[in-house]
């Protein structure tokens, strides 16, 4: 079964504080995706990475930034956490070489991140 | 601008009714597919259909069908004899140049 796992179900940060999201795919795929979720938004894109140590803005990359050192674990980290950033964080992959294909995405269980 | 736009936000149906959820979309592409996913209460999208726009072929599988219609630019779907298992939030996605997604439409099935 496809599994991409995502580090912490659940955190509670405070503003001003690094924060650090991991997640893992387990099936050699070579694009990665972080999405945020917020409620009559949908899915929002927030960074992609086609391969390693490569990294492409999506659509609200303020204030993220990406890591993607080995091909299998992609993180994304807040430099300086904001109550703005409070939302479900969704990270994907899928053995795409472009975004505009017909294969599927498959997404982890989400991190609910709350900065107070 | 909107690319995905899901018009409905919840839908409330009792167990055994047909649910349809709404889905339109906009590109400029010729060559673009479309997604339904499913989010239940656990969070996790889970993958349910695919049609790329050369194919405008309606199916059925299992209880779920779809409707692509590229004249309207819609790609409908729907749930028949609805279950309390099918409750949850139901995005539609885009692939053109990128991935985009629908704001989701809340579906509740009552025992």
């Known amino acids: 079964d496809v599994k991409v796992t995502q580090s912490s179900r659940y955190l509670v940060k405070r503003t001003g504080e690094k924060v650090f999201l991991e997640c893992v795919q387990d099936m050699d795929h070579e694009n990665m995706f972080w999405y945020r979720q917020d409620p009559g938004l949908g899915l929002r894109l927030i960074y992609f990475s086609y391969d390693v140590k490569m990294k492409e803005k999506g659509d609200i990359p303020e204030g993220y930034s990406v890591s993607r050192e080995k091909k299998e674990r992609f993180s994304l980290i807040l430099e300086s956490a904001s109550t703005n950033q409070t939302s479900m964080y969704l990270c994907?992959?899928?053995?795409?070489?472009?975004?505009?294909?017909?294969?599927?995405?498959?997404f982890g269980e989400g991190s609910w991140l709350t900065v107070v | 601008a909107q690319k995905v736009t899901q018009a409905q936000t919840e839908i409330s149906v009792v167990e055994k009714e047909d649910v349809t959820l709404d889905c339109v979309y906009e590109?400029?592409?010729?060559?673009?597919?479309l997604f339904w996913y499913k989010q239940p209460p656990s969070g996790e999208l889970v993958f349910l259909i695919r049609?790329?726009?050369?194919?405008?072929q309606n199916e059925i599988s299992g209880r779920y069908s779809w409707n692509f219609q590229k004249s309207t630019s819609s790609f409908n779907f729907t749930i028949t004899a609805s279950q309390v298992v099918d409750s949850a939030v139901y995005f539609c996605a885009l692939s053109d140049s990128k991935l985009s997604f629908g704001a989701g439409t809340t579906v509740t099935v009552r025992a």
């Open positions: 994907a992959s899928s053995s795409l070489t472009r975004a505009s294909s017909g294969n599927t995405i498959y």
């Open positions: 590109t400029r592409d010729t060559t673009y597919y």
């Open positions: 049609r790329n726009s050369f194919d405008e």
